[in-house]
């Protein structure tokens, strides 16, 4: 997604009463939490799983909450997101960026970003692929699932290089 | 003091307030010696008690909350201190039951045998009380009444043979009745 997409889809969040923006940053996503820095409304943790909890405990005092994280970090927190986040059924909005999306990205990510669809499924998330054109329709999605008590992903691809 | 003894201590004095139990040995003994709504206990996802604790703790600025967790429990999630030292919560308050083992899993050692929490702690912004036998923990609950959070109560235990009973409530049926007691 670009620059202009990514803060207009934070503002969106926003606006539709989320009020926790926690977790561990990733390039994909910079102007996203960019814009939520500006606005003083994110909160940069140590690692995915601690952001985890910390949005757990907000949604328990119910205050809708996203959690965003590079697919690494998604990989480091699959035991919290089914012993904690599934297990107790938080709703919760994770975003997750998608590294290893381009054949050429580091090398790092190519596996997690090979397997990365898969794992959602296995661990049944499910998930949206942010673009330039559908971000909007996505965040509605996103929406309508936390209503229903159920966490979803929006995945944010790395399909340009610096 | 073992742990069930300093955990009855506690939750006796504390009574209503809201409290995160940290999954093993330590959401079971406070199952056992006071069970209570606004208690949440953790099944799995060992080390994020003080991260729950903390996520209630900002959205609930004017709600006292505790945090009972273990050496093990921390050491696995140190940057909590951190992010917790960092944000300075008023209303935080994080209990430490440390016998310098792992007991849920039987008893396995973890460094703080040789490394001082209470250090760490105090370097992370927290106040720190470090405790050893009843009759200070009881006061200390009673002096900590008027200071702001973070405050970390490291509570030294000893090892004990005593095992508490399962929690008998599901996950579905913790999460509901802190979450009323909580918000209502």
């Known amino acids: 997604m670009n620059e202009n997409n990514q803060r207009k889809l934070f503002d969106y969040l926003l606006k539709s009463k989320f009020e926790g923006f926690v977790g561990v940053p990733d390039s994909t996503m910079k102007y996203f939490i960019d814009q939520g820095l500006k606005q003083k409304k994110i909160l940069i943790t140590t690692r995915e799983d601690e952001s985890i909890g910390i949005a757990v405990g907000m949604s328990l005092a119910n205050s809708l909450s996203v959690v965003f994280m590079q697919n690494a970090g998604f990989a480091n927190s699959i035991s919290t997101i089914t012993s904690l986040v599934q297990l107790y059924k938080i709703p919760l909005l994770f975003v997750i960026g998608w590294r290893g999306y381009l054949k050429n990205d580091a090398p790092e990510h190519t596996k997690i970003g090979e397997i990365q669809s898969k794992l959602l499924k296995i661990i049944d998330l499910q998930s949206k692929i942010l673009t330039d054109r559908n971000w909007k329709e996505c965040a509605r999605w996103a929406i309508s699932q936390l209503k229903q008590n159920i966490s979803c992903v929006l995945i944010c691809k790395k399909d340009f290089n610096e | ?184």
Not at chain 2, 19 to 40: E, M, T
Not at chain 2, 73 to 89: D, E, F, H, Q, V
């Open chain 2, 1 to 184: 003091m073992n742990r069930k003894k300093a955990i009855s201590i506690i939750a006796k004095q504390i009574r209503n307030n809201y409290l995160i139990a940290a999954n093993g040995f330590i959401s079971r003994d406070l199952f056992d010696v006071y069970d209570k709504p606004s208690n949440f206990y953790m099944i799995g996802s060992m080390g994020l008690a003080s991260s729950i604790g903390l996520g209630i703790a900002l959205k609930k600025p004017k709600k006292r909350i505790f945090i009972f967790d273990g050496d093990g429990n921390l050491l696995m999630n140190l940057g909590s201190l951190t992010t917790i030292g960092y944000l300075k919560p008023k209303n935080l308050v994080h209990v430490v039951f440390d016998n310098s083992s792992h007991e849920s899993t039987g008893g396995q050692p973890t460094h703080t045998k040789k490394i001082n929490i209470d250090k760490i702690a105090k370097a992370s912004n927290y106040k720190v009380f470090k405790v050893f036998f009843p009759n200070d923990l009881s006061k200390i609950l009673s002096q900590i009444k008027k200071i702001d959070g973070p405050i970390l109560i490291l509570v030294k235990i000893k090892n004990s043979s005593e095992i508490s009973k399962r929690i008998n409530l599901s996950a579905l049926d913790i999460k509901h009745r802190f979450m009323k007691n909580l918000n209502s």
